[in-house]
């Protein structure tokens, strides 16, 4: 089903509080996919995604909305920071394996649906060949007169139940050949692997090991269904995939920006990252292991503080093409209050369950909750604005003592409220108020 924008929106409300602005833009280019999707061919090739810009600080929210985008239509997404790239010609990675690494993410990707697909087939023949060699080890253990056919059915429902998990029995395994690669001309992504052409050549050899029920279990079952899939079918889909719906999320951004007043040195080789962004960006061929690939239609998102640097101190030609500009806000005290509690993956939910695997029940008071959002925003206001990770440092601090005890403390029931909260980040709230008075 094809999400209109705002079901997409309603969507990442389930898991970033506020920030609506960026929401419905990064909404509204998902939805153009679809749209131009629907397009004549001729149209479609005209039409490329209008990449988008974020600005704010750390912990807003920036990549979480790019990384939920890309789930919610199971697109081919990777995140990179610009800083890990220089120019061509100085040590660093190659702008372009930013595309290759998001034609294995689609590989990846393509080759688990297919496995799901494959799956029950692939499980009734593991299972069938369990049963064949665990049945002589059982008709010699057993002292009842069984027929065969009853011994295999009693077996394949142990199997399925999970009782045989911990037996361990002889599998033989056909021996995979290492892959050796070599990159012709040194050109990266024209990877030969010559393991898998000579061990072709030779054929398989096998070997014995021994493996519990549960193990070989796994092993077969995956073994099976590589068998089953179409590696060249995975392939292209994949290529197609990652060229038509991926998406590339480049973090860092501004620090890849000129500064004003800063050594020119560094500014050139700023600069020079951009340019090497830039083809990829406006739309290039590049050459992978699995083949050929064409940017144009890929969906790039590039974020970045700019606290020291601004927008416009990009190079003119890379800003032409970010035309969607969306800054993220400072998170308030509410925020705080709302990431707490409201999303699926909400920060108190975390520690809850958390605590529950040692039979911990905790609770928070709706004044405790309050407090704790109060200290992270103040925390943020008078220190490094760290968004709303700041949260997760206001929580360790809080819950230290019952992370550390909750395997051998007797109370298995601990409440928080607003007291409990203020004893134990009094210290750090009151060097969080000093901070302001520093001159």
Avoid: C, W
Avoid at 381 to 403: C, I
């Amino acid at each position: 089903m094809e999400l209109t924008p705002k079901q997409i929106v309603k969507e990442l409300d389930r898991y970033i509080i506020g920030q609506q602005d960026a929401k419905i833009a990064v909404a509204i280019a998902l939805r153009n996919r679809y749209r131009r999707s629907r397009l004549p061919e001729e149209m479609r090739e005209e039409i490329t995604p209008k990449n988008i810009l974020m600005k704010g600080p750390t912990g807003v929210g920036k990549t979480e909305i790019a990384r939920r985008l890309a789930k919610l239509v199971r697109a081919p997404f990777v995140k990179v920071e610009a800083t890990k790239f220089t120019e061509v010609g100085y040590v660093g990675r190659d702008v372009e394996s930013i595309i290759r690494d998001l034609v294995e993410v689609s590989i990846r990707m393509v080759k688990d649906e297919k496995f799901k697909e494959v799956m029950p087939r692939a499980t009734e023949i593991a299972e069938n060949r369990l049963v064949d060699i665990i049945l002589p080890i059982r008709k010699k253990a057993s002292t009842e007169d069984k027929s065969d056919a009853q011994l295999k059915e009693e077996l394949l429902s142990e199997i399925r139940a999970g009782h045989l998990d911990g037996i361990t029995i002889e599998l033989e395994i056909k021996q995979q050949p290492k892959p050796i690669q070599l990159s012709p001309g040194n050109a990266p992504g024209n990877e030969i692997d010559l393991g898998s052409i000579f061990g072709g050549m030779m054929g398989g050899r096998t070997k014995k090991r021994k493996l519990t029920v549960k193990q070989a279990m796994d092993f077969i079952v995956n073994q099976e269904a590589e068998k089953m899939v179409d590696q060249d079918a995975i392939t292209s889909e994949a290529l197609a995939r990652a060229e038509q719906d991926g998406v590339v999320f480049l973090d860092e951004i501004d620090k890849v920006a000129a500064r004003a007043g800063r050594d020119q040195g560094h500014d050139v080789s700023r600069e020079g990252v951009q340019r090497d962004i830039l083809p990829i960006v406006e739309g290039s061929t590049v050459q992978t292991k699995y083949g050929s690939i064409r940017t144009d239609f890929i969906l790039f998102i590039a974020a970045g503080a700019f606290h020291m640097s601004k927008m416009e101190d990009l190079i003119p030609e890379l800003q032409g093409r970010f035309p969607i500009r969306v800054e993220l806000d400072n998170l308030t005290e509410e925020d705080f209050v709302k990431i707490l509690t409201e999303p699926d993956n909400a920060v108190l939910k975390q520690y809850k369950a958390l605590l529950g695997v040692d039979g911990v029940t905790l609770d928070f008071s709706e004044e405790a909750i309050r407090e704790i959002a109060r200290t992270a925003f103040y925390e943020n206001e008078n220190s490094e604005n760290l968004g709303a990770r700041r949260l997760h440092a206001v929580l360790e601090h809080l819950l230290k003592d019952v992370l550390y005890e909750a395997d051998d403390n007797e109370t298995k029931e601990i409440h928080i409220d607003k007291d409990y909260v203020t004893a134990h980040l009094a210290t750090s709230l009151r060097a969080a108020s000093l901070k302001k008075y520093i001159l």
